[in-house]
C-alpha cells in the first residue's frame, strides 16, 4: 500500500527566508508525485507535479521540488518566503497508470510566515 | 470560468441522519472524485466517477454513496451520520480518467451534532 509521510506538521519561518517542506513516500510501484497548498477556508491547488523526466520541478508562486527515487522523497522548496505563503501545504502520491482522482495525501504541513 | 462547485458550504445534522451533498465539476470535465478532510488530516479518497460509472472506491463503509449524472455533476449521499462524520467534504473535477490535473471545489463542512 502506498503512504505519504509529512515530516513537520507545522513549520514557522519569517519572511524572506528560506523554507523546505518535507515529503517521505511509501510505495512498492512507480509513483507520480504533487504538492497541493491549501488557503484557510479554500479548497486545494495545484503547487507543482512530478510526472517524469527532470527530477527538478518548478511550480507557480516560487516553489519547487525535487524528486529524490532512491530516499523516495519529494521536499518543497522556496528561497524566500512572503507572508502570503501562510496556508497548509500537502503532499500527494498516485500509482503510475492510477486514475487521475485517486489520491494518496498526507497530513499536511502548515507554513506559518512571520514578519 | 466557473470552477468546482460545492453545496451546501456549511451544514449540521445530527447522528443518525441522512445527507446529500452536491457538485458541479469545471464545464467540459468528465471525472469527478470526492475526499473527506477530517479536521487536522490530508483528504481521504472517497469514490471516484467518470462517464457515470464509479470508477474507484476508498477505505468507507457501505454508508457513503455517490453517483454522477448525465450532466457529470456528481451527489455524495452519507446515511446514518455518525460523530466521525464530521469533516470537509471536497469535490475535485479533472477532464479525463488518467490525464488533466485535478481541480477541487471549496468544500462542504458537515458538522454532525
Known amino acids: 500500500a502506498q503512504s505519504v509521510t509529512q515530516l513537520d506538521s507545522q513549520v514557522p519561518v519569517f519572511e524572506e527566508a528560506p523554507v523546505e517542506l518535507r515529503c517521505n513516500y511509501s510505495s512498492s510501484v512507480s509513483v507520480y508525485l504533487f504538492w497541493y497548498v491549501q488557503y484557510p477556508n479554500q479548497g486545494l491547488q495545484l503547487l507543482l507535479k512530478?510526472?517524469?523526466?527532470?527530477?527538478l520541478v518548478k511550480g507557480i508562486n516560487g516553489f519547487e521540488a525535487e524528486f529524490n527515487k532512491s530516499q523516495t522523497s519529494f521536499h518543497l522548496r522556496k528561497p524566500s518566503v512572503h507572508i502570503s505563503d501562510t496556508a497548509e501545504y500537502f503532499c500527494a502520491v498516485r500509482n503510475y497508470g492510477g486514475s487521475q482522482g485517486n489520491l494518496i495525501f498526507g497530513k499536511g504541513t502548515k507554513l506559518s510566515v512571520k514578519p | 470560468d466557473a470552477g468546482v462547485t460545492q453545496s451546501p458550504t456549511h451544514l449540521i445534522k445530527t447522528r443518525g441522519q441522512h445527507v446529500t451533498l452536491r457538485c458541479s465539476p469545471i464545464?467540459?470535465?468528465?471525472?469527478v472524485s470526492w475526499y473527506q478532510q477530517v479536521l487536522g488530516q490530508g483528504p481521504q479518497f472517497i469514490f471516484q466517477y467518470y462517464e457515470k460509472e464509479e470508477r474507484g472506491r476508498g477505505n468507507f463503509p457501505d454508508r457513503f454513496s455517490a453517483r454522477q449524472f448525465p450532466n457529470y455533476s456528481s451527489e455524495l449521499n452519507v446515511n446514518a451520520l455518525l460523530l466521525g462524520d464530521s469533516a470537509l467534504y471536497l469535490c475535485?473535477?479533472?477532464?479525463?480518467?488518467?490525464?488533466?490535473?485535478?481541480?477541487f471545489g471549496e468544500g462542504s463542512r458537515l458538522t454532525v451534532l
Open positions: 475535485a473535477s479533472s477532464l479525463e480518467l488518467y490525464t488533466g490535473e485535478l481541480f
Open positions: 464545464s467540459g470535465h468528465k471525472s
Open positions: 512530478y510526472l517524469s523526466g527532470s527530477t
